[in-house]
């Protein structure tokens, strides 16, 4: 089955610099790749996906990198914000719509 | 557009006694949900497919006579967690895919703790 691997499981910004998180997956079959963003004791939200034919999507601060043939994709939060403290997950789905998250990353900015 | 509504958001039940949870999709018709488990400080983990109209597909160690799920509509699918165990503590969400959208929207969770 798909393996998801996310780094790092921590991430301590200054407010202002940039958040990188990288995820690697296992399936080639895997087509959809999405991004979360988890507040404590919340529900996941969609922040951002990209599709296989697609290698970069962006979104305001937000952007979304992919790497088919490496089976790597990012999340770059550019500008970052204390309000964007929390933990991030990446997940990596097929056809079939199952998804397979990554571990999660907690990101803080500090003020 | 996109709502997946969850119910109860939060439930506390004794050990031996079972909780069902809701999954709706408020917007659109949903012929697969997913539903997951998430543990404190843990990712999310797939437990079981849910099919509109035919038996649920579980993820390897997961009991389907514990987790018992129906998805008798369109718009709703449930989870029943039997003979509940403290060990069954955790949050669990409901996700719900649009027939021909690749995009997943999760429900609101539903915090189970078994005393």
């Known amino acids: 089955g798909e393996n998801v691997e996310q780094h790092p499981s921590t991430l301590s910004v200054q407010e202002g610099d940039s958040a990188v998180i990288k995820c690697t997956y296992s399936?080639?079959?895997?087509?959809?790749f999405p991004w979360y963003k988890q507040e404590l004791g919340k529900r996941p939200q969609l922040i951002i996906d990209i599709r296989s034919n697609v290698g970069e999507k962006k979104d305001q601060r937000i952007a979304v990198t992919l790497n088919k043939t490496a089976k790597h994709f990012s999340l770059h939060i550019t500008e970052t914000q204390p309000e964007d403290s929390a933990v991030y997950f990446c997940a990596a789905s097929t056809n079939a719509g199952k998804s397979t998250f990554g571990d999660g990353t907690t990101l803080t900015v500090k003020p | 557009g996109a709502v997946v509504s969850q119910h109860p958001s939060w439930v506390i039940c004794k050990s031996g006694t079972s909780v069902k949870i809701e999954c709706r999709s408020l917007d659109f018709q949903a012929t697969t949900m997913f539903w997951y488990r998430q543990f404190p400080k843990q990712s999310l983990m797939l437990m079981a497919t849910s099919n509109e109209g035919s038996k649920a597909t579980y993820e390897q160690g997961v009991e389907k006579d514990k987790f018992l799920i129906n998805h008798a509509s369109l718009t709703l699918s449930t989870l029943t967690v039997t003979s509940a165990h403290p060990e069954d503590s955790s949050f669990y969400i409901c996700?719900?895919?649009?027939?021909?959208?690749?995009?997943?929207?999760f429900g609101s969770g539903t915090r189970l703790t078994v005393v």
């Open positions: 996700s719900a895919r649009a027939q021909v959208s690749y995009g997943y929207t």
């Open positions: 399936d080639s079959a895997s087509n959809y």
